[in-house]
């Protein structure tokens, strides 16, 4: 064997060493991607859930302002019975009463609708405040992605430790999106 053929094989052996050095950082970044696949998929689902939440509030709301209308001018037409005079007493009477009994009605279910409306609302907060979290939870993902990345290039394994401590705060971030009340 040549001296040039020794050396030739010490490189490829050394290469070889420092390959299966970087097995570790090639899985964590592996891992990485996954997991920030896994949070954007959460975070856009998340933010869905929070549109069609406040769509079905701005429907609660607008079902309240339909009821809320109905009942002022059932007021308003009640008070016009009491200002005129008719000829048909018994008539207006018994409009007066039907009209107090809608009023009463409507008065229950306003309450009801603005509550659910309300609570709709909250809904959307919450959704709002869950995706956030998945967003930032993300971020910090792919951040500790690309940091890792840089020890294929750099070799210097401080890369890779400040990559999965920037991965840990992201796994945080988006595991306390469950967290949000």
């Known amino acids: 064997m040549e001296a040039n053929e020794a050396h030739e094989l010490h490189e490829h052996a050394e290469h070889a060493a420092q390959d299966s050095a970087l097995r570790p950082v090639a899985f964590t970044m592996s891992l990485l991607a996954v997991l920030v696949a896994i949070t954007t998929v959460l975070g856009h689902r998340t933010h869905t859930e929070a549109v069609l939440f406040q769509n079905k509030a701005t429907d609660q709301w607008n079902e309240y302002q339909a009821k809320k209308i109905r009942s002022y001018n059932t007021n308003l037409e009640s008070q016009l019975l009491g200002a005129v005079s008719l000829a048909d007493k018994d008539k207006a009477a018994k409009a007066l009463k039907d009209n107090a009994d809608h009023l009463a009605k409507w008065d229950k279910e ?50 890779w430790y400040f990559g999965i401590a920037f991965a840990v705060a992201g796994i945080a971030a988006a595991v306390s999106a469950y967290l949000v009340r």
């Not at 603005?114 to 939870?137: C, I």
């Open 110 to 159: 306003l309450k009801e609708e603005q509550e659910k409306a309300a609570d709709l609302e909250n809904e959307v907060r919450l959704a709002q405040a869950q995706g956030t979290r998945f967003d930032f939870g993300e971020a910090l993902l792919e951040i500790g992605l690309v940091v890792t990345s840089v020890t294929l290039l750099t070799r210097g394994r401080i890369y």
